[in-house]
């Protein structure tokens, strides 16, 4: 079935560096998608979302890109800081079964060096 | 955890037991989920529940049953846990079905099949 992928499991980053993570999705008529964050030992934390309307959102330190054309989705946080290790999930709102859920990949494990 | 808390937060148990986890929310949220967390799958849908006494079948719900019988609370129940169950189970909360809004995780609960 169609699911929501990841392009790298693990990103190493130094401490203040652009991160950039990415995802891919499968099904084209996914029209909503959400970041989360993961810290080990606690629930995914929402991050941002963004819709299949536009292309770009902004947040504190965080912007997600959407390029429906090739069905690609980024997550760019800013000036990467320790507390920002964890694992990135990908989300997006899908079909299945007759009825809109969410779809997560399996997540990218982001370790920020000092 | 926004409202949000599971019980018990760890539980061991042997194969062919009942077992039965609760989520506990405060914010009156139509939408309840369950999911499960296991290594190289992410996070996958059990079950999830749109309003007292209204839930349906995520993509893993063999072996599992659910309850809602009030707002606040929704329970996830295996009937006879089998060492596969063995995982990390997320319950999630939403004001809005899937397409309009983020799902707000809460702690986790680690249950080990024996």
């Known amino acids: 079935g169609e699911n929501v992928g990841l392009h790298l499991p693990t990103l190493s980053v130094q401490e203040g560096d652009n991160s950039i993570i990415n995802c891919a999705y499968s099904?084209?008529?996914?029209?909503?998608f959400i970041w989360y964050k993961q810290e080990s030992g606690k629930g995914p934390q929402f991050i941002i979302d963004?819709?299949?309307?536009?292309d770009k959102r902004q947040g504190q330190r965080v912007t997600v890109l959407l390029n429906k054309t090739v069905k690609h989705l980024s997550l760019q946080i800013a000036a990467t800081q320790p507390g920002d290790s964890a694992v990135y999930f990908c989300?997006?709102?899908?079909?299945?079964?007759?009825?809109?859920?969410?779809?997560f990949g399996k997540g990218t494990k982001l370790t920020v060096n000092p | 955890d926004a409202g949000i808390t599971q019980s018990p937060r760890h539980k061991v148990t042997e194969t062919g037991t009942p077992v039965t986890l609760r989520c506990h929310q405060t914010?009156?949220?139509?939408?309840m989920y369950w999911y499960r967390q296991d290594p190289g799958h992410g996070l996958r849908l059990i079950h999830y529940?749109?309003?007292?006494?209204?839930?349906d079948k995520g993509e893993v719900s063999d072996g599992y049953s659910v309850s809602r019988s009030k707002t606040e609370d929704f329970l996830l129940t295996l009937e006879s846990a089998t060492s596969s169950q063995t995982s990390v189970y997320f319950c999630?909360?939403?004001?809005?079905?899937?397409?309009?809004?983020?799902?707000?995780f809460g702690p986790g609960t680690r249950l080990t099949v024996l």
């Open positions: 963004i819709r299949s309307n536009m």
């Open positions: 914010e009156n949220h139509r939408y």
């Open positions: 099904n084209s008529a996914s029209d909503y």
């Open positions: 999630a909360i939403s004001h809005n079905p899937p397409r309009y809004n983020e799902q707000f």
């Open positions: 529940s749109y309003g007292v006494k209204d839930t």
């Open positions: 989300a997006e709102n899908t079909a299945l079964s007759g009825s809109e859920k969410l779809v």
